[in-house]
């Protein structure tokens, strides 16, 4: 089982950044997809869903309105489009997949909004 981040990085903020998660040993298409973050010196927070339910998706209160998870069944990703970054979405991004019981953590990637 592979859950690999890609796309984080360093913005300014207000800019966009659009993070990818790859999935592979698995089957996705059952799997409830997260985004995670963790910045440094706090604990990890969920900030999106996308549940197996076509087009069901939550959100954190801080993310939401800036942010959108979607997902391709067919490519076993997903994605976080990250718009209007603030200084406070620095953090660690971590992708998430979970099936009851049976969860799945990617590595993480580096989001650093900064001007």
């Known amino acids: 089982v592979q859950l690999v981040e890609s796309g984080g990085g360093l913005v300014q903020p207000g800019g966009p950044l659009r993070l990818a998660c790859a999935a592979s040993?698995?089957?996705?298409?059952?799997?409830?997809m997260n985004w995670y973050r963790q910045a440094p010196g706090k604990e990890r927070e969920l900030v999106a869903t996308s549940t197996t339910t076509a087009g069901t998706t939550n959100y954190a209160d801080s993310v939401k309105g800036r942010f959108t998870i979607s997902r391709d069944n067919a490519k076993n990703t997903v994605y976080l489009q990250m718009n209007s970054l603030k200084p406070e979405d620095t953090a660690v991004y971590y992708c998430?997949?979970?099936?009851?019981?049976?969860?799945?953590w990617g590595q993480g990637t580096q989001v650093t909004v900064s001007s």
């Open positions: 998430n997949a979970r099936l009851f019981a049976i969860t799945f």
């Open positions: 040993g698995f089957t996705f298409s059952r799997y409830t």
